[in-house]
């Protein structure tokens, strides 16, 4: 089976310091997929090379086997960086008609696919007031509305879940599942172990490389350790001892 995403021999340089190093992926169509590290291991600078942000100092990406960036593709992606982009002094109703006439959607389907993505993230309720009223999970949640609207066959997600109360997280989680039970292939970041739980495949990450990849389980396993973070430190020992 060809893989719907395909990172091969990834390289990133920022003026003499390489901050990816040789990344290989293969990411299957409809997969939950995880990139697990902690702060500074690379995974903001490798999510914007799979979406076309960054170009890379070596190697190719392909989704869907075109190879990227592609306009049409970027099209065809939801981006959710690690800050909210939103407008605080406009309202969340307001802040999404604006992100749907970008996308290009046109006026008559934007009421429409409104409702639906703040339902997603349960914020009807709260579409008329400002952003500026809204708590720190609210602007997540709507964040990942806007990430919605045009109705992405990717969706990427950085670290989505920081600064987030566990209530919420969950309930974040449980959008994602959703989503993915809808056809939606999606990447997310994170440097939470049980979060990561959650993934059908997780890329660890560790300086730039990928120290492992599988399903949490084989990690666990083949690590023949019992817990991801332990499993997560056993492969950053084989890659640099
Ligand atoms: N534009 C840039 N110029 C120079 N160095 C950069 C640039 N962007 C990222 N880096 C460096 O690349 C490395 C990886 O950063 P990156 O933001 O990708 O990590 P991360 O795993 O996403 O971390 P965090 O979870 O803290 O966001 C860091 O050392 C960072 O300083």
Known sequence: MSSFISLNGIQKSFKDETVIKNVDLAIPRGQLFGLLGPSGSGKTTLVKIIIGLLNPTKGTVHIDNQTMPSLKLMQEIGYMAQSDALYSELTAKENLQFFASI???????????????????????????????????????????????????????????????????????????????????????????????????????????????????????????????????????????
Request: hydrophobic fraction near 35%; proline fraction near 4%; charged fraction near 25%.
């Open 103 to 241: 996308y290009g959607i046109p006026k008559k389907k934007q009421k429409q696919r409104i409702q639906e993505v703040a339902k997603i993230v349960d914020l009807t309720d709260h579409l008329d007031k400002t952003l500026e009223h809204y708590s720190g999970g609210m602007k997540r949640r709507m964040s990942l509305a806007v990430a919605l609207l045009h109705q992405p066959k990717l969706l990427i997600l950085d670290e989505p879940t920081v600064g987030i109360d566990p209530v919420l997280r969950a309930s974040i989680w449980q959008d994602l599942k959703k989503l993915q039970q809808q056809g939606t292939t999606i990447i997310v970041t994170t440097h939470v172990m049980d979060e990561a739980e959650k993934c059908d495949n997780l890329a660890m990450l560790r300086d730039g490389y990928v120290i492992a990849q599988g399903s949490p389980e084989q990690l666990i396993e083949k690590s023949n350790t019992e817990t991801l973070e332990e499993a997560f430190l056993h492969y950053g020992k084989i890659t640099y001892e």
